[in-house]
């Protein structure tokens, strides 16, 4: 499996639907302005957790492209 492929593998299985309520709990009751500082610092953290700059690169232009 390439890299490229790799990036969009889902890695949670059943526990993607915990996460993602997780992460909205996570905001609630946030600011516009305190939940992007919060998705900027868990963005970070989770890059120190990747550790491997060309994975975090294929991540952002991965992303980039999505949200447009």
């Known amino acids: 499996m ?3 492929a790799d990036i ?3 890695r949670l299985g059943a ?3 915990d996460f993602y309520t997780q992460l909205m709990t996570a905001h609630e009751g946030l600011s516009l302005e ?5 998705n ?3 963005v970070l953290i989770l ?3 990747v550790g491997d700059l060309d994975k975090l690169e294929k991540a952002l232009t991965t ?3 999505g949200a447009s």
Do not use: I, M, P
Request: aromatic share 0%; charged share 45%.
């Open 8 to 10: 969009g593998r889902d």
């Open 34 to 38: 305190e939940s992007t500082r919060l």
């Open 63 to 65: 992303a980039r492209k």
């Open 40 to 42: 900027a610092r868990l």
């Open 15 to 17: 526990h993607g639907d």
């Open 2 to 4: 390439s890299d490229d």
């Open 47 to 49: 890059a120190n957790l």
